[in-house]
Nanobody, 116 residues
C-alpha cells in the first residue's frame, strides 16, 4: 500500500485548502482512514478519521471547520479545511489502518502553512 498526499500550500488565515490522499492497493475500501498533523516541536495529533462505513470523527480543534470524506471508487480521501488559522500550520499526514491494526501505512506528508 502506498499513500500519496497532495494539496498543501500557503494560505492566509480564514482561507481554505483541500488535501487529497490517494491510496494504492486492494484494501482501501475496508480500511479506516485518518488525517494527522504535526507542527514543529509538537507531537503528531489526529485531525480527522473516517471509517470503512463512512462514520467520521474530528479533533475538537477542527470541528466545524474541517470535513473528511472518502471516494472508494477512486481509493482517495479528502480533507476540506476552511476558516484556517495560523495554529493549523503543520505537516499533514494520511494514515491507513486495517485488519485490527496489522495494516498500518503512512503517507509522506504535505505542508500546510497558514499566515496571519
Amino acid at each position: 500500500v502506498q499513500l500519496v498526499e497532495s494539496g498543501g500550500g500557503l494560505v492566509q488565515a480564514g482561507g481554505s485548502l483541500r488535501l487529497t490522499c490517494a491510496a494504492s492497493g486492494m484494501i482501501f475500501s475496508i480500511s479506516d482512514m485518518r488525517w494527522y498533523r504535526q507542527a514543529p516541536g509538537k507531537q503528531r495529533e489526529m485531525v480527522a478519521t473516517i471509517s470503512s462505513d463512512g462514520s467520521t470523527n474530528y479533533a475538537d480543534s477542527v470541528k466545524g471547520r474541517f470535513t473528511i470524506s472518502r471516494d472508494n471508487a477512486k481509493n482517495t480521501i479528502y480533507l476540506q479545511m476552511s476558516s484556517l488559522k495560523p495554529e493549523d500550520t503543520a505537516v499533514y499526514y494520511c494514515n491507513l489502518l486495517a485488519f485490527g491494526g496489522a495494516a498500518n501505512y503512512w503517507g509522506q506528508g504535505t505542508q500546510v502553512t497558514v499566515s496571519s
